[in-house]
């Protein structure tokens, strides 16, 4: 069974920081990506960052240069560390886990809400 537990979250007035964290436990494969997705109110979940064990990272044009998606932990534990932030940050941001092995498997953390106040 995989889980993944999220710490982070809460109000932040724009122009501040924020470090989410997700650590992942159970039957997971070594060789995966670990990554961020965020919902807004009326709007479809979107990728914000994601990061694959061997080091490649992926960000959202939107979060680029602000945002700093980082492992640690042997890979088990993804950050995400958010500077200027910004209104339009405002959703609940979930963490991913995806790997592959005979199928592809994908989980996702209980969510937490960002709070971005003007």
């Known amino acids: 069974q995989v889980q993944l537990a999220e710490s982070g979250g809460g109000l932040v007035q724009a122009g501040g920081s924020m470090r989410l964290s997700c650590t992942g436990s159970?039957?997971?494969?070594?060789?995966?990506?670990m990554g961020w997705y965020r919902q807004a109110p009326g709007k479809e979940r979107e990728l914000v960052a994601s990061?694959?064990?061997?080091?490649?990272?992926t960000y959202a044009d939107s979060v680029r240069g602000r945002f700093t998606i980082s492992r640690d932990n042997g890979g088990a534990t993804v950050h995400l560390q958010m500077n200027n932030l910004k209104p339009e940050d405002t959703a609940v941001y979930y963490c991913?886990?995806?790997?592959?092995?005979?199928?592809?498997?994908?989980?996702w953390g209980q969510g937490t809400q960002v709070t971005v106040s003007s």
């Open positions: 990061s694959v064990s061997r080091g490649v990272t």
């Open positions: 991913n886990l995806q790997f592959s092995l005979s199928q592809r498997y994908e989980y």
């Open positions: 159970g039957n997971i494969l070594s060789l995966n990506s």
